[in-house]
C-alpha cells in the first residue's frame, strides 16, 4: 500500500481513540479509487481518453448511515511548487483540489479534507478526529 506517513499516524489514532475493530462504527478503508478503468491511467492518458480526469485515488472512504466519505490528508505539493528549498503557493494546483471536492460533493460525497502540518501536531490530531466523528455522526 502506497499510504503516506502521516495517513498511516491519522488511520492509527483513529483506530486506537475509537477503538475500530470492537465497535459499531464507521471502518475507514485507505487508498480508495472513487472511480475504476480496467485500464491505469497511463495508458488512458496514451490514447487521450476521456476517462483520464474521472479516476482517482483518495486517502480514505468511511460508509455510515447510507452516506458516502472521503477523507484526503494533502502535504504541501497539493497546493504549491518548490522552488529550490521553498515552497511557492501556486493558483493552478490550489483550483484543482476546489474542483476535486466539487467533483466528489457533485458525485455524493462528502469531503473532509486536512494537512499533514495538522497530524504533526498531538493535540491538533485530536481535535481532527474529534471533527471527523462530528462530521460523519457517529
Do not use: C
Not at 27 to 48: C, D, F, G, M
Not at 52 to 68: M, P, S
Not at 69 to 85: E, G, P, R, T, V
Amino acid at each position: 500500500m502506497s499510504q503516506t506517513e502521516y495517513e498511516k499516524i491519522f488511520f492509527q489514532k483513529y483506530t486506537n481513540l475509537y477503538d475500530m475493530w470492537t465497535k459499531e462504527i464507521p471502518v475507514l478503508i485507505p487508498q480508495a479509487w472513487i472511480q475504476w478503468h480496467s485500464s491505469t491511467k497511463k495508458e488512458l492518458r496514451a490514447n487521450n481518453s476521456s476517462y483520464v480526469d474521472e479516476l482517482y485515488r483518495v486517502d480514505f472512504v468511511a460508509f455510515w448511515k447510507n452516506q458516502r466519505f472521503a477523507i484526503l490528508i494533502d502535504d504541501i505539493s497539493h497546493y504549491a511548487k518548490k522552488n529550490y528549498a521553498y515552497w511557492n503557493a501556486d493558483q493552478e494546483k490550489y483550483s484543482m483540489r476546489l474542483k476535486e471536492d466539487r467533483k466528489l460533493r457533485k458525485e455524493g460525497w462528502e469531503v473532509f479534507r486536512i494537512s499533514n502540518w495538522e497530524i504533526r501536531q498531538e493535540e491538533i490530531i485530536l481535535e481532527l478526529l474529534a471533527d471527523l466523528r462530528e462530521f460523519i455522526d457517529f
